[in-house]
């Protein structure tokens, strides 16, 4: 990957498991272990929150609250 903006297979390929956490935690975890994996590149462009919401069906403060996170930790 170069960088650029995730495409939607990318996206689709995002596994939320069900938990005892929330789904924001369990977005920023799926998020964190494909950068770990070198799957995607840390710094790299993620897809915009709107796009995302909508491509896993959660509410856009979900998405926000978990790339903030991700600020946060340094991804």
Do not use: C
């Amino acid at each position: 990957m170069d960088g650029s903006s995730l495409s939607l297979i990318d996206i689709g390929d995002l596994h939320l498991k069900d938990s005892d956490g929330t789904r924001q935690q369990a977005l920023f975890f799926a998020i964190r272990k494909k950068i770990v994996q070198g799957l995607w590149m840390k710094n790299g462009k993620l897809p915009s929150t709107r796009k995302l919401s909508q491509e896993l069906n959660l509410s856009r403060n979900t998405v926000i609250s978990a790339y903030e996170q991700l600020v946060a930790e340094g991804y």
